[in-house]
């Protein structure tokens, strides 16, 4: 840590500054952040300097400097030479059956790049990639960055939580925010996305910016906001920076729960998943490797993720990942398999129940945030942080959007255990299902726009 003078400066004349509309300087939040990670700072004060910020905002220059005294505030992982320009990963602001790591992460080790991917746990109604990976027996998310290192000159990509040493205050403040209100500030957001990802010492960051009615942001305009302060963000700290603005009303691909979307991916790494799932896979990787100049164009960098998938490489990088991070040789092999039964390696629920459809119809929409809650209810999510998850818990579309049913037909199987889904519950996930006429279904794209760096 660095020296604490800084932090001497007066606590209550920062948030009075911050509570009455001023701008803060950098000397400011340096002394802000400081205070948080030497603990000279109270609680009660943190609380209060974040609802000032909630309440009054931060200007671009406050952003940047608050970002990056957040990653400047622990360790700031360091690459071999060779790896310049190779350093890439991915941010998304969280969905419904969101997958997307899973199959990006190795098709960008399969295409030269080194992937030190630090991701989350599942909060709210949506699931964390580190619980996706935790229902694989034996895979180990906890690794040192000297380990981060060894497994990315071996594999090329992992997928780690992050470590005690990086980026201590965001850690303070991402709990303070929880528990204050102050969870939906973009300055806050955007510092505790980016400071991370800086951290990381990133050649390129893709960003997957979700609106819609299952996604942080339900319109268009706040999602492309927040996108531009990130864009803007990262690129300040040396990273260059883009973002995919994407749709979230329904679900990606057909499975929600942790191992029933673990089971989606490796169908997807074996050339037969859904291809809505292998438009965003192809669309951030396109972005990344024509950020880093491994791809001439945002089209060849999207054919070069799509032949990685399709032929087979990124399945071989998946499964050395698994290897590198604690799987069995023999559960990897059977989990990459052409036929594997995935149930011999993952758990099944212990029950089934397929809900049919009440009317003829063509499958027009699916409210994922409802699907997502009821699930989450279920046992596939938390309520707090820390709580167990069941890894088996978990639900899976029958049908894709488009496609004509008849009344009486399965559309949906909920994997569950104890308890069983309540009558109430049932309701709610058969109120999800929107079904119309030929003349109401219209496909759209899940992507809505690519943001570039400046």
Known sequence: LRPRQAAMLSIPELIRKKRDGRRLSDGDIKAFVEALTSGSIQDCQTGAMLMAIWQRGMDPRET??????MMLSGEVMSWPEEWAGLMVDKHSTGGVGDKVSLVLAPALAACGCKVPMISGRGLAHTGGTLDKLESIPGFNIHHSAEQVRA???SVGCCIVGQT????PADRILYATRDITGTVDSLPLITGSIISKKGAESLTALVLDVKFGRA???KDLGGARELARLLVTAGNDLGMRTGAVLSRMDAVIGRAVGNSLEVIEALDLLKGDGPQDLMELVATLGGLLLAMTGMAADQSEGRRQISQAVIGGAALLKFQ??????GVAKETARTLCSA???????LKKAEHQLDLTASRDGVLIDVDGLTLAEVVHKLGAGRCKAGQPVNHSVGAQLLLSLGQKITRGTPWLRVHYEQPAPSPDQIERLQSALVLGSDADWQKQSLVQEVMLPD
């Open 339 to 345: 036929h594997a039964d995935y149930f011999n390696v």
């Open 215 to 217: 996604a942080l942001f």
């Open 151 to 153: 497994i990315l000159s």
């Open 64 to 69: 940047a400097t608050l970002t990056k005294e």
């Open 164 to 167: 005690e040493r990086l980026v």
């Open 320 to 325: 050395a990942m698994m290897e590198a991070q």
